[in-house]
């Protein structure tokens, strides 16, 4: 039987406990490094941390851009592969408890055009596709496509 999932609030400290999946290494390249890019996201909004058996398996939350607005990142961890269903539920009402205790009425979402796992995970959260972001990304050539994610709405309870 699979250890308990749980969330628990973010620390910086959380990241490095990550085993990220190859989806999530190739969206943070030429990124600063993560212990970096954790301490900033803790600071820039509310975040989570989910644990299987006591083991950070991912980490996410939402950089509040301006009252009301937000861009909501996760680093999934390989843990995650092994309670996918229950990770995808706890992540949906986590994303509702942020939005709601953060007072957020729009969050949004930059997926990597390529990673279909991450859009399909976006869209289980209730985003949707708003458009194609060419070039959104730190690699100098600027390869990398991204698509926008949006949601906008009243937030279920």
Request: aromatic share 8%; glycine share 10%.
């Given at each position: 039987?699979?250890?308990?999932?749980?969330?628990?609030?973010f620390?910086?400290?959380?990241?490095?406990?990550?085993?990220?999946?190859?989806?999530?290494?190739?969206?943070?390249?030429?990124?600063?490094?993560?212990?970096?890019?954790?301490?900033?996201?803790?600071?820039?909004?509310?975040?989570?941390?989910?644990?299987?058996?006591?083991?950070?398996?991912?980490?996410?939350?939402?950089?509040?851009?301006?009252?009301g607005?937000?861009?909501?990142?996760?680093w999934?961890?390989?843990?995650?592969?092994?309670?996918?269903?229950?990770?995808?539920?706890l992540?949906?009402?986590?994303?509702?408890?942020?939005?709601?205790?953060?007072?957020?009425?729009?969050?949004?979402?930059?997926?990597?055009?390529?990673?279909?796992?991450?859009?399909?995970?976006?869209?289980?959260?209730?985003?949707?596709?708003?458009g194609?972001?060419?070039?959104?990304?730190?690699?100098q050539?600027?390869?990398?496509?991204?698509?926008?994610?949006?949601?906008?709405?009243?937030?279920?309870?």
């Open positions: 039987m699979p250890p308990l999932l749980r969330a628990t609030p620390k910086p400290a959380h990241a490095a406990e990550l085993c990220l999946r190859p989806g999530a290494v190739q969206a943070l390249a030429g990124l600063p490094p993560l212990d970096e890019l954790a301490r900033a996201y803790h600071a820039a909004g509310p975040a989570w941390t989910a644990l299987s058996g006591g083991t950070a398996i991912a980490c996410g939350g939402v950089v509040r851009f301006w009252p607005v937000g861009e909501c990142w996760c999934a961890g390989l843990g995650v592969d092994v309670l996918p269903v229950a990770f995808a539920r992540a949906g009402l986590l994303l509702v408890r942020l939005a709601r205790e953060g007072r957020f009425h729009r969050l949004q979402a930059h997926v990597r055009a390529d990673d279909e796992r991450a859009a399909r995970f976006a869209r289980h959260l209730g985003f949707t596709l708003e194609c972001c060419p070039g959104y990304s730190p690699a050539s600027g390869q990398a496509t991204h698509n926008l994610y949006g949601r906008f709405r009243t937030w279920k309870e």
